[in-house]
């Protein structure tokens, strides 16, 4: 998927060598273990293609699992279809496949697969709505003691995938599980970005029971969505990773799942001791007894409108502000709309939050408000009259402002590493550390884990400068700056002359022969390509190293140019010098990578900004100039977010951010609606604003596997252009709740002691988060830079609040900021951005016929003698404005300052 162009053969052989390798070993690996295996799906038997109103179903005859699904009248298949000559065998699910796991007695459970040994089912006569039928019985032992029938059925123009079960043995038989394979296009492989954005798709969870749903969307984010819910019998309670499918797992393919609607036998065993997302549950057929369980598959017409296609399937929807993250602080408000009546709303653990009805809307939705007893997950229950039920996710977290003070105070302390003897030189710095262990990772076989560089090296140190960004404190300052000083400065980054500040790889390297013996851990294997030689670990070549670097000088420079001797050991403008410098020496030390969008890229859109403001005019003209030239280069291109992996969530935030700086609109837009592909929001705290992540456990993780991974760095990073997208838009609140669950998912998984892990591990058998801080700081840059509370009014919800809490007296609304940083609030009303940057915010007013802001800034202290404000539209303060900035004077009482507009 990476075209190679106009590069040296030293550089493609390092890409090739180093990157691409796994492609072309899973390949080889799908070729060995598959493509030998015997045909068994009897697709030379020929197909059979059925239409409804809005769907084309086509089926493998021999089989009746489905080959290919399409919306009405269109070519894309939602299926792997295009590979049916390959997924032929035993073992590789297809769409209309089931598993079973089922005891009698007091026997073991027994788990049986339509999958697992393929014969040809027995076709049935249909008749009225139902397309095609089969008995299922020659394709599962002849020992299982029930029998499976199998329906496609037409009902009002979707289709409903119907199974039958009947006990056909004398004893009572238990259901310990049932699952539904959901078998749909996400394969990447072999695809180039072009094809895979035509032809692929991703998929996400709601596990909501009654209410839940998989939707299932187009790469590029366009078109229609398809929609599986729940038909009969049928709740969403877990999502099983199919991990017996033969089809490798890769940075080319996620994998598949399941769908199941009963989990107990799992629960019991593969998933022992793991808090599940829902209560499992297991069913008891008596001899005899039939019991029907299925899902219809339906369409919304764009991502937008999913809510109102579950609605008009009398579904329950569930609206959550701010999000499913929940702080402690912050009065959560939940929006239910319902077919059937409530008929009990409980909470497990109990107590773990409030809710408490408030109004009921004439829309037909019912406001609840939702506050935080306790930190950790939590579950709300609905139960309808109907007899269905849905489960709410959501995960309870102290306040933004202690969950950050928090997560600083462990960086610098438990993270902190000061061997003066150290090495490898890497000394003083903020390390790696194993929370399982309780230990600084001061070695590993991946050498950028203890290297201080790359994401997962750089992780905790870049998390601990933007923190200061985010909530300044003196100690941690003091010990960051000789960070930057003495380990960044002439150890991480040198000057390879003329300006050029190269960033290597890692600082820590394996090399035996040259270091004394004993160096190297004898229990850590070596043997990878990971573990880079000193000449690997010393190059500049990998330009992602680069924004790291580049953001913690400009930290730096504000808090030298904003605080009250805070920072002293250089001036403002050495920090931004460094910066700029840092920031050119990507696109002239490593221009291969260079022509992706970078993970924190958004950090050179700020850094432009800056130098413009200072008045660097030279500087900023050759960094604007460096920088339209990559964005030319994406201009130009179809799908403008490659990078060094074939596909990736990490460089359309750049990609956006510029594009929508140069007035690139188009290639803006294309980028957004790949982002809101892969970045759902849904009634589940891990899964609302969770941008699809599903490698970096093998690259910064300690429990390493190919797995959907929940909140990583891409989810705060992805929240920066959606967010910018809101403030463009603000009547498009889609992209507010998208947006901010993205940012508040980058600290959700932060622990009650403030270590910060790389990402929550979405395997039913872990619910976790990995051990080991990792790439952890890449999100955490993601939200600190999107510090800003949000006043949004919606036609269907009123006034609501995104990082404060809400007040209405009249035509007057007042937010008090609950964020971290308490620094940025945006007026959707006026579409007014105000950013301090240095002071912050206590709360905002907004009179709504006048339109007029108030805003009551916090004293200051020490570090904080003026306020420096300014706005993304021209405002008039009586203050003495230099730089593009206000400089308010801050007393030892709030500060009222009216804004006019």
């Known amino acids: 998927m990476i075209t190679i162009k106009n590069i040296g053969i030293k550089i493609q052989l390092l890409l090739i060598a180093t990157l691409m390798c796994s492609i072309s070993l899973n390949a080889q690996s799908y070729w060995d273990k598959v493509n030998k295996r015997e045909s068994t799906l009897g697709i030379e038997n020929g197909y059979e293609d059925y239409k409804t109103k809005n769907f084309t179903l086509k089926l493998v005859n021999a089989s009746q699992t489905v080959a290919g699904l399409y919306a009405s009248g269109e070519q894309f298949d939602f299926t792997p279809g295009e590979r049916i000559a390959i997924r032929d065998k035993d073992s590789l699910y297809h769409l209309g496949d089931i598993n079973l796991t089922l005891k009698k007695g007091q026997n073991s459970w027994q788990l049986y697969s339509s999958a697992y040994q393929r014969k040809a089912v027995s076709p049935l006569n249909v008749s009225g709505t139902t397309l095609a ?16 029938k199998r329906y496609y059925q037409e009902e009002d123009g979707d289709l409903v995938l119907r199974f039958v079960i009947t006990n056909t043995s004398a004893e009572n038989v238990e259901i310990g599980a049932l699952g539904v394979p959901m078998i749909f296009n996400n394969i990447l492989e072999g695809k180039s970005l072009d094809q895979a954005h035509a032809d692929n798709v991703f998929f996400d969870p709601y596990i909501g029971l009654d209410a839940g749903y998989l939707e299932v969307k187009h790469l590029n984010g366009k078109g229609k969505a398809l929609l599986v819910i729940p038909e009969k019998n049928m709740p969403f309670e877990a999502y099983r990773p199919l991990l017996d499918d033969p089809t490798p797992r890769s940075i080319v393919f996620e994998g598949f799942h399941e769908w199941m609607s009963m989990s107990k036998s799992y629960a019991e065993n593969q998933w022992k001791g793991v808090q599940q997302w829902n209560t499992p549950t297991s069913m008891v057929l008596e001899p005899g007894e039939v019991k029907e369980f299925a899902l219809k598959f ?90 269905k039920q849905q489960s709410i996710h959501y995960k309870l977290i102290k306040s933004e402002q202690d969950i950050v003070k928090d997560m600083g105070d462990f960086l610098t302390t438990e993270q902190w590493f000061d061997k003066e003897d150290d090495l490898f030189n890497r000394a003083p710095s903020v390390i790696s550390y194993d929370y399982q262990t309780k230990r600084q990772q001061t ?40 960070f930057v000083h003495e380990t960044i400065w002439g ?76 920072i002293d050991k250089q001036s403002w403008d050495w920090y931004l010098k460094q910066s700029y410098h840092t920031a050119m020496a990507m696109t002239e030390l490593a221009p291969y990578y260079a022509q992706f969008g970078q993970m924190e890229g958004t950090i050179f859109l700020k850094l432009l900004k800056d130098l413009k403001r200072e008045g660097m005019d030279t500087m900023a003209t050759t960094l604007e100039a460096a920088m339209k030239k990559r964005a030319d280069h994406w201009k130009s291109l179809n799908y403008p977010f490659g990078s060094e992996m074939p596909w990736d969530s990490t460089g359309q935030e750049e990609v956006y951010m510029w594009s929508d700086y140069f007035g690139y609109d188009q290639k803006a837009d294309v980028t957004l609606n790949a982002i809101l592909a892969y970045m759902p929001t849904m009634p589940h705290w891990a899964y609302n604003g969770n941008a ?97 509370a949000y006043l949004a009014h919606s036609p269907t919800f009123g006034w609501l609040a995104f990082g404060g809490n809400i007040t209405k007296e009249g035509r007057k609304v007042e937010m008090v900021l609950k964020t971290a940083s308490k620094n940025q609030v945006f007026i959707s009303g006026e579409q007014l951005l105000v950013t301090l940057d240095a002071g912050s915010i206590h709360s905002v007013e907004y009179d709504t016929k006048k339109h007029r802001v108030k805003l009551y800034l916090n004293p200051g202290n020490e570090f904080t003698s003026h306020a420096y404000l300014r706005a993304n539209k021209e405002v008039k303060l009586d203050f003495k404005k230099e730089k593009g900035s206000y400089e308010i004077p801050l007393g030892k009482d709030k500060t009222e300052i009216v804004i006019a507009l």
């Open 133 to 148: 039928a089969s008995d299922m019985s020659n394709t599962f032992p002849d020992h299982m003691p029930v029998n499976v």
């Open 491 to 566: 150890g991480l980054q040198y000057d390879s002359g003329k300006n050029k500040f190269g960033v290597k790889k890692s600082m820590f390297y394996y090399e035996p022969d040259s270091l004394p013996k004993g160096t190297y851990n004898d229990s850590i294997n070596y043997n990878t390509w990971a573990a880079w030689d000193h000449k690997h670990a010393n190059d500049p070549g990998r330009s992602y190293n680069y924004p790291h670097v580049t953001a913690a000088y400009w930290v730096g420079y504000r808090l030298a140019r904003f605080y009250d001797n805070l």
């Open 692 to 788: 699809r992540r599903y490698w970096d456990f093998l690259y910064g993780g300690k429990l390493s596997r190919i797995e959907r991974q929940i909140h990583h760095y891409g989810s705060a990073l992805n929240a920066i252009p959606v967010l910018k997208a809101y403030q463009n838009s603000p009547d498009d609140l889609y992209l507010l709740r998208i947006g901010y669950g993205g940012r508040l998912g980058g600290i959700a998984n932060i622990t009650q002691d403030g270590f910060a892990p790389a990402a929550f591990h979405s395997f039913p058998s872990t619910l976790e988060i990995d051990y080991l801080s990792g790439d952890y700081g890449s999100g955490f840059f993601g939200y600190a830079v999107n510090s800003a």
């Open 298 to 387: 339906t369409l919304a017409d764009d991502l937008r409108s999913i809510s109102e296609r579950l609605s008009d399937h009398k579904m329950a929807v569930g609206v959550g502000i701010p999000g499913y993250v929940l702080p402690m602080d912050v009065k959560g408000s939940l929006f239910v709309k319902s077919h059937s009546a409530i008929e009990s709303i409980s909470v497990t653990p109990k107590g773990a939050l409030t809710i408490t009805e408030d109004k009921r809307l004439k829309n037909g939705y019912t406001k609840y408000n939702v506050t935080a007893n306790q930190w950790g997950r939590a579950r709300i229950a609905i139960v309808y009259q109907d007899g």
């Open 443 to 482: 070695q590993d076989s991946r050498a950028w884990i203890a290297g201080l560089s790359d994401e997962g090296g750089a992780g905790s140190w870049l998390a601990a400068m933007m923190k200061q960004y985010v909530q300044p404190d003196q100690s941690q300052v003091d010990k960051l700056s000789s």
